[in-house]
Structures are given as structure tokens and as C-alpha cells.
């Protein structure tokens, strides 16, 4: 089965100017983990895009898969963000950017 591909927007709470070292710890060896893994295709903080903090593209088996990786993020676990998750049709040369 294809592997497909999700975006993971991460929302600021309104406690997220709370957030300790601590907590970017576990955020960083959550995401060397899913690399390790495989399941991530990028990610990075994003500036200059109001009350978001950041953006984790997956490559998972399914929605729910990559649903279970949202909510296990640190950031969403420990309460000082929530997320968007969405679905990427990938537009390519192979597949005639989808027309």
C-alpha cells in the first residue's frame, strides 16, 4: 500500500509563551523518533503566520495514523497547542500534476 502524505499545522495556544525547555526537549526526540521512523517528510517552525507555531508533514499508512501522531505531540499532549490536519493529493510529473 502507498504511503500518504498529511500536514500537521501546530495552532498556539493561548499558553503557548509558557512553554519550558522541557517540553521543546521532548518535542525535538518526538520528532527524531517519527524521522527515524520514517513517517516524517519535513517540518520546521513557521514565521510570519500568526498563532501558528509550526508544521510536521507525514507519511503514514492512513488518517488515523496520522491523527495518533498529532495528539501524541508534546505540544498537543501537554495542552499548549492543537492542530489542523489535512490530507496532501501530491501533484507531480508522474501522476500530470493531477489532470
Known sequence: MEKKVFLM???REKNFNKVTKEVIKKHVENLRI???EGKIKLCG??????GMA???IFQTDSYEEAQ????QEPLVALGYATYILAE???ANKENN???
Do not use: A, E, F, W
Open 9 to 11: 499545522m501546530i495552532k
Open 68 to 71: 495518533d501522531l498529532c495528539r
Open 97 to 99: 500534476y493531477l489532470y
Open 45 to 50: 517552525p513557521l514565521s510570519c503566520y500568526p
Open 88 to 90: 496532501l493529493q501530491l
Open 54 to 56: 509550526g508544521l510536521v
Open 34 to 36: 517519527l524521522d527515524n
